[in-house]
C-alpha cells in the first residue's frame, strides 16, 4: 500500500486529465462486453462459458450462468465433461484465454481497442 498523498501519486502518474481519459476509456470498453458470451481457459485446461458480469481492477473475471468444460482423459482427442456452476470468478492469474462471443464485425471493432491504447 502506498503511503503517498493522492496529488504527489496523480503528478508521477500523470495529469489527472489523462487518468481520467484512460479511466474512461477502459471503463467504455468493458461495457461493451457485458451481458456477451464469454469462454475463458484458464491454466489447467478447463474452461468457462459464461456471461460476462464484472471484472475488477485485479482482472479477475465474474461470469452468470457459467457451464465448466474439462477433459475427461489426460490424452488427445478426448471427450469433454461439462458441469453447470452458476455464478463463478475466475483469477486473472489463472486465465489463459478470453474469447468474446459475437459477430466478425464486432471482432474487428474489438480488436481495435488494443490498438487504440497502445
Known amino acids: 500500500m502506498s503511503t503517498q498523498e493522492p496529488e504527489t ?3 508521477e502518474v500523470g495529469s489527472s486529465n489523462e487518468l481520467e481519459t484512460n479511466n474512461s476509456n477502459y471503463v467504455s470498453h468493458v461495457k461493451k462486453l ?5 469462454l475463458v481457459g484458464i491454466s489447467d485446461g478447463r ?3 459464461g456471461t460476462f ?6 482482472g479477475n473475471i465474474i461470469l452468470q450462468d457459467a457451464v465448466e ?7 488427445a482427442p478426448s471427450p469433454m465433461e461439462q458441469r453447470v456452476l452458476g455464478l463463478i470468478l475466475i ?3 489463472c486465465r489463459k484465454t478470453c474469447h468474446v462471443d459475437c ?7 474489438l480488436m481495435s481497442i ?3 491504447n497502445s
Open 69 to 75: 468444460y474439462r477433459s475427461t482423459r489426460r490424452s
Open 9 to 11: 501519486y496523480l503528478s
Open 34 to 38: 457485458l451481458h456477451r458470451r464469454l
Open 47 to 49: 474452461f468457462f462459458l
Open 91 to 93: 483469477p486473472s492469474s
Open 53 to 58: 458480469y464484472c471484472i475488477d481492477k485485479q
Open 103 to 109: 459477430s466478425i464485425d464486432e471482432q474487428l471493432s
Open 114 to 116: 488494443g490498438e487504440q
